[in-house]
């Protein structure tokens, strides 16, 4: 058991914070080899110690039960205080108090330590000393995803010579954060005036470092947040495994559910099934706030927490559901499962699980009409076509999706994807925790994950994040899982099942080449022999059903995870030319910041490229967010994809509202037409509709003539700025 009566030390805790701290050293290093960030960097960092940790750790033990961890203390405080800052940004915004941003956190703090209630909480929390092994396995996982995430890291430059490319949603995730570093109400930056519908609270919470610590938004959203959060992130799953079972083999066995054995791809692409995405920041810092989420709920439903702490729990539920659009419909959906279960089961908890539900569809509610302007984002709800479209090559079904072909091919995948997990239904079949209604809630978060991914079709396969969300509630649940039938069947048993499960997926990996990827032979030798694995262990131990079913487990679930391991940081820096698609160059950056050092922040740019290739073609893909990002100020006109009204003005799943024609055609010629044909009145239009800045990307067109109506400001081999004045 991990719980003990005795107390501990931070000098005492040493072995089981080292290996993170040293993992997070070493990824930094790494990431910043060739950027020379490190002192951006470290100054987000204490920011973060002081502005988000700090208070986070005394908002959590004032929640938490009496006895815990160091180790909790720090994971789940820097969720709380992550939470924290989000609303701590906006009143600094609301105000123009860039100071609020920093105090807020800190008057929370003072007021923990200020009211007798929380102060006699917050001293009485107690550590407890975990096993001196569980810092260096809880670390591994993270130490995987540090293996896989280097590359990705190098490859999104923050610094250069000539010609770069990044992640092409990089640059409007750094628009983003600069639009909410600088600017109330929030719009669409790359389109000036157009309302922002998107879940924006992790640009916020990014925008909150930067404010407080002075560092450059590129560093915190390119290199501190990835880093940050691909280690925060194993040892916060591992943690919320340890606080909810009790058991500290837990933590390490849900780290590795989530980072290393994680549940197998349901086709389209390997590297979608873990719960952090280094090009996704939203999706980051989601799943941090969720796991934060799931151990509140349950200690809520136990009786473990103050009534104090529904104040906690609405805060994580605002700003995790504004972070991550898939946040609170999966975790509504496990609400829902388990207050049906303690409505039968065990009636004395039923009116806190159901406040907490209702609180949760409720928060929802108000997020969809208020941060997501009541769109579904270009989801569509076309049951089976999703995964059956994703899988008929797969499969060897062919393209025809009738009815019966969809069915059968989301059987089969979802069936392969659900042997790794397997451990959370074990749960359900242990008298102890049987009634517990945390099992529940993890099961109905999964299975909702599934259900929408199965359900729904988007033009980008956004559907996919619906389970990546879910991956820390199935790692918790796995590990939990695990470490129960850890205790039935002993660990010679379960390391005995889980070699034979590496080998066989080496046998798979060797014999059907990479199932994870796409192959059709790969794909049903993988779904043949988890069957085979599962049938086998169980005949050969059938004289022990408990040891027989965690044998079967382990098995499969090593089996499924060496298979699913994929390095999906694979991505190297590529050669960029001008001609390069998304690509920029380090003259356009430095254009770019001369706008942002020498302008409002209201102040319009416009732009003349809007598309993402430079090439001439039948169709724009308006995915170009550069001038945006890096002047770090609103373009009446850049690319104008991913804004709500490009999203709702596709008429089937089919289209891409990438490519749509921008729905303005007078504004774009006024825009277009200043470039190539500059006359006055049109400078003077554009000077009433806001505009003070002109900035000429030389990759698209545009005429010398500029200067006769702007004054010339930067010049560059790629760039030039002007600046537009009245009269």
């Given at each position: 058991?991990?719980?003990?009566?005795?107390?501990?030390?931070?000098?005492?805790?040493?072995?089981?914070?080292?290996?993170?701290?040293?993992?997070?050293?070493?990824?930094?290093?790494?990431?910043?080899?060739?950027?020379?960030?490190?002192?951006?960097?470290?100054?987000?960092?204490?920011?973060?110690?002081?502005?988000?940790?700090?208070?986070?750790?005394?908002?959590?033990?004032?929640?938490?039960?009496?006895?815990?961890?160091?180790?909790?203390?720090?994971?789940?405080?820097?969720?709380?205080?992550?939470?924290?800052?989000?609303?701590?940004?906006?009143?600094?915004?609301?105000?123009?108090?860039?100071?609020?941003?920093?105090?807020?956190?800190?008057?929370?703090?003072?007021?923990?330590?200020?009211?007798?209630?929380?102060?006699?909480?917050?001293?009485?929390?107690?550590?407890?000393?975990?096993?001196?092994?569980?810092?260096?396995?809880?670390?591994?996982?993270?130490?995987?995803?540090?293996?896989?995430?280097?590359?990705?890291?190098?490859?999104?430059?923050?610094?250069?010579?000539?010609?770069?490319?990044?992640?092409?949603?990089?640059?409007?995730?750094?628009?983003?954060?600069?639009?909410?570093?600088?600017?109330?109400?929030?719009?669409?930056?790359?389109?000036?005036?157009?309302?922002?519908?998107?879940?924006?609270?992790?640009?916020?919470?990014?925008?909150?470092?930067?404010?407080?610590?002075?560092?450059?938004?590129?560093?915190?959203?390119?290199?501190?947040?990835?880093?940050?959060?691909?280690?925060?992130?194993?040892?916060?799953?591992?943690?919320?495994?340890?606080?909810?079972?009790?058991?500290?083999?837990?933590?390490?066995?849900?780290?590795?559910?989530?980072?290393?054995?994680?549940?197998?791809?349901?086709?389209?692409?390997?590297?979608?099934?873990?719960?952090?995405?280094?090009?996704?920041?939203?999706?980051?810092?989601?799943?941090?706030?969720?796991?934060?989420?799931?151990?509140?709920?349950?200690?809520?439903?136990?009786?473990?927490?103050?009534?104090?702490?529904?104040?906690?729990?609405?805060?994580?539920?605002?700003?995790?559901?504004?972070?991550?659009?898939?946040?609170?419909?999966?975790?509504?959906?496990?609400?829902l499962v388990a207050t049906v279960v303690v409505a039968v089961v065990d009636r004395s908890r039923l009116?806190?699980?159901?406040?907490?539900?209702?609180?949760?569809?409720?928060?929802?509610?108000?997020?969809?009409?208020?941060?997501?302007?009541?769109?579904?984002?270009?989801?569509?709800?076309?049951?089976?076509?999703?995964?059956?479209?994703?899988?008929?090559?797969?499969?060897?079904?062919?393209?025809?999706?009738?009815?019966?072909?969809?069915?059968?091919?989301?059987?089969?995948?979802?069936?392969?994807?659900?042997?790794?997990?397997?451990?959370?239904?074990?749960?359900?079949?242990?008298?102890?925790?049987?009634?517990?209604?945390?099992?529940?809630?993890?099961?109905?978060?999964?299975?909702?994950?599934?259900?929408?991914?199965?359900?729904?079709?988007?033009?980008?396969?956004?559907?996919?994040?619906?389970?990546?969300?879910?991956?820390?509630?199935?790692?918790?649940?796995?590990?939990?899982?695990?470490?129960?039938?850890?205790?039935?069947?002993?660990?010679?048993?379960?390391?005995?099942?889980?070699?034979?499960?590496?080998?066989?997926?080496?046998?798979?990996?060797?014999?059907?080449?990479?199932?994870?990827?796409?192959?059709?032979?790969?794909?049903?030798?993988?779904?043949?022999?988890?069957?085979?694995?599962?049938?086998?262990?169980?005949?050969?131990?059938?004289?022990?059903?408990?040891?027989?079913?965690?044998?079967?487990?382990?098995?499969?679930?090593?089996?499924?995870?060496?298979?699913?391991?994929?390095?999906?940081?694979?991505?190297?820096?590529?050669?960029?030319?001008?001609?390069?698609?998304?690509?920029?160059?380090?003259?356009?950056?430095?254009?770019?910041?001369?706008?942002?050092?020498?302008?409002?922040?209201?102040?319009?740019?416009?732009?003349?490229?809007?598309?993402?290739?430079?090439?001439?073609?039948?169709?724009?893909?308006?995915?170009?967010?550069?001038?945006?990002?890096?002047?770090?100020?609103?373009?009446?006109?850049?690319?104008?994809?991913?804004?709500?009204?490009?999203?709702?003005?596709?008429?089937?799943?089919?289209?891409?509202?990438?490519?749509?024609?921008?729905?303005?055609?007078?504004?774009?010629?006024?825009?277009?037409?200043?470039?190539?044909?500059?006359?006055?009145?049109?400078?003077?239009?554009?000077?009433?509709?806001?505009?003070?800045?002109?900035?000429?990307?030389?990759?698209?067109?545009?005429?010398?003539?500029?200067?006769?109506?702007?004054?010339?400001?930067?010049?560059?081999?790629?760039?030039?700025?002007?600046?537009?004045?009245?009269?």
């Amino acid at each position: 058991m991990a719980r003990e009566t005795r107390g501990t030390s931070v000098v005492r805790e040493l072995p089981t914070l080292l290996p993170t701290l040293l993992a997070v050293g070493v990824l930094l290093v790494l990431a910043i080899a060739d950027d020379g960030a490190a002192g951006d960097l470290l100054l987000a960092f204490l920011t973060l110690l002081g502005t988000q940790v700090l208070p986070g750790v005394l908002v959590w033990r004032a929640v938490r039960p009496r006895d815990g961890w160091l180790v909790e203390d720090l994971a789940l405080g820097l969720c709380c205080g992550a939470a924290l800052a989000v609303p701590a940004q906006l009143l600094a915004l609301v105000t123009g108090l860039a100071a609020a941003a920093a105090a807020a956190p800190l008057l929370v703090a003072g007021a923990l330590l200020a009211v007798p209630g929380t102060r006699a909480r917050v001293r009485a929390a107690r550590w407890a000393p975990l096993p001196a092994w569980w810092g260096t396995l809880a670390v591994v996982p993270a130490v995987a995803a540090v293996w896989v995430s280097v590359p990705v890291l190098r490859s999104t430059s923050v610094s250069w010579d000539g010609w770069g490319a990044s992640y092409v949603d990089q640059p409007y995730h750094l628009a983003l954060v600069g639009e909410v570093t600088h600017r109330w109400p929030p719009h669409y930056p790359q389109v000036a005036g157009e309302p922002l519908e998107y879940h924006w609270f992790a640009h916020a919470w990014m925008a909150q470092l930067g404010t407080v610590s002075g560092a450059s938004l590129d560093q915190v959203l390119l290199r501190f947040a990835p880093v940050l959060l691909t280690v925060a992130l194993p040892l916060v799953v591992a943690v919320v495994a340890v606080r909810l079972s009790g058991l500290a083999v837990a933590g390490p066995l849900a780290a590795g559910f989530a980072f290393v054995a994680h549940s197998l791809d349901l086709g389209a692409f390997p590297e979608a099934w873990t719960p952090f995405a280094l090009h996704s920041p939203t999706q980051s810092f989601g799943s941090l706030v969720l796991a934060a989420l799931l151990a509140l709920l349950v200690l809520r439903w136990r009786g473990e927490a103050p009534r104090g702490s529904l104040f906690v729990l609405l805060l994580l539920l605002v700003v995790g559901g504004g972070a991550k659009g898939t946040v609170l419909p999966v975790l509504l959906a496990g609400c829902l499962v388990a207050t049906v279960v303690v409505a039968v089961v065990d009636r004395s908890r039923l009116r806190t699980v159901a406040l907490d539900t209702v609180l949760t569809g409720a928060v929802l509610l108000v997020l969809m009409r208020l941060v997501f302007g009541g769109g579904e984002g270009g989801m569509v709800l076309t049951p089976f076509t999703s995964l059956a479209r994703v899988n008929a090559t797969r499969f060897g079904l062919g393209d025809d999706l009738t009815l019966g072909t969809g069915l059968a091919i989301t059987a089969l995948s979802l069936l392969v994807a659900v042997v790794p997990v397997v451990a959370l239904f074990a749960l359900l079949g242990d008298r102890a925790t049987r009634t517990d209604p945390g099992p529940w809630l993890l099961l109905g978060t999964a299975v909702a994950a599934y259900g929408a991914f199965v359900a729904f079709r988007h033009y980008g396969l956004s559907q996919l994040y619906f389970v990546m969300t879910a991956e820390v509630a199935v790692a918790v649940g796995a590990g939990w899982g695990l470490a129960r039938l850890w205790q039935r069947a002993g660990w010679r048993l379960l390391a005995g099942a889980a070699v034979l499960g590496a080998a066989v997926a080496l046998a798979v990996r060797l014999a059907g080449g990479d199932g994870a990827a796409g192959s059709l032979t790969g794909s049903w030798v993988q779904l043949l022999v988890f069957l085979a694995v599962v049938g086998l262990v169980a005949a050969v131990l059938l004289r022990g059903r408990g040891a027989a079913l965690a044998a079967a487990v382990a098995a499969t679930a090593c089996a499924a995870g060496a298979l699913s391991v994929d390095p999906y940081g694979r991505s190297t820096p590529s050669e960029a030319t001008a001609r390069t698609p998304s690509a920029f160059a380090s003259d356009q950056v430095e254009a770019a910041r001369y706008v942002r050092d020498h302008s409002d922040p209201d102040e319009l740019v416009m732009s003349n490229r809007h598309c993402r290739s430079p090439r001439r073609q039948a169709t724009c893909d308006a995915r170009r967010f550069f001038v945006a990002a890096y002047t770090e100020r609103s373009v009446l006109l850049e690319g104008w994809a991913y804004t709500m009204r490009a999203n709702t003005s596709v008429e089937s799943p089919d289209e891409n509202p990438r490519t749509v024609p921008f729905w303005d055609p007078e504004l774009l010629e006024l825009n277009d037409g200043f470039y190539t044909d500059p006359t006055r009145q049109a400078a003077e239009e554009l000077y009433e509709r806001g505009v003070r800045w002109v900035f000429v990307d030389h990759t698209a067109p545009y005429d010398e003539a500029i200067g006769d109506h702007a004054v010339e400001r930067f010049r560059s081999a790629n760039a030039t700025v002007y600046e537009l004045s009245g009269g």
